[in-house]
């Protein structure tokens, strides 16, 4: 499986940007996430989507900020994130995998399958 996050970028502290996950394929039990990494810090789970159900999960420090959908035409998974703080400043990962249970969907570790990563720069 191939993944090709994109749609990083710099702005301002209060903006918007839109990351897209391309995934080469993904089967009905896949669930796609998002993380991050900032310098010197641990990979944090940004949020996750499940592909069949739609259902969605998000950390603590992203709620009602950010939103993870799926587009079934484009086969991607995005996370618009509005209301940027310089804290989000990270390099942001997809990752996907195709067994995960419930407790495990926040733990970067139970990811099979990752991308390459996409900068993302919000300046105070």
């Known amino acids: 499986v191939q993944l090709q996050a994109s749609g990083g970028g710099l702005v301002q502290a209060g903006g918007s940007l839109r990351l897209s996950c391309a995934a080469s394929?993904?089967?009905?039990?896949?669930?796609i996430g998002w993380f991050r990494q900032a310098p010197g810090k641990e990979r944090e789970f940004v949020a996750a989507?499940?592909?069949?159900?739609?259902?969605?999960y998000y950390g603590d420090s992203v709620k009602g900020r950010f939103t993870i959908s799926r587009d079934n035409a484009q086969n991607t998974v995005d996370l618009q994130m509005s209301n940027l703080k310089p804290e989000d400043t990270a390099v942001y990962y997809c990752?996907?995998?195709?067994?995960?249970?419930?407790?495990?969907?926040?733990?970067?570790?139970?990811?099979?399958?990752w991308g390459q990563g996409t900068q993302v720069t919000v300046s105070s």
């Open positions: 990752a996907l995998d195709d067994n995960l249970i419930l407790s495990s969907i926040r733990q970067a570790g139970e990811y099979d399958y």
């Open positions: 394929r993904r089967t009905f039990s896949s669930t």
């Open positions: 989507i499940k592909w069949a159900t739609r259902r969605t």
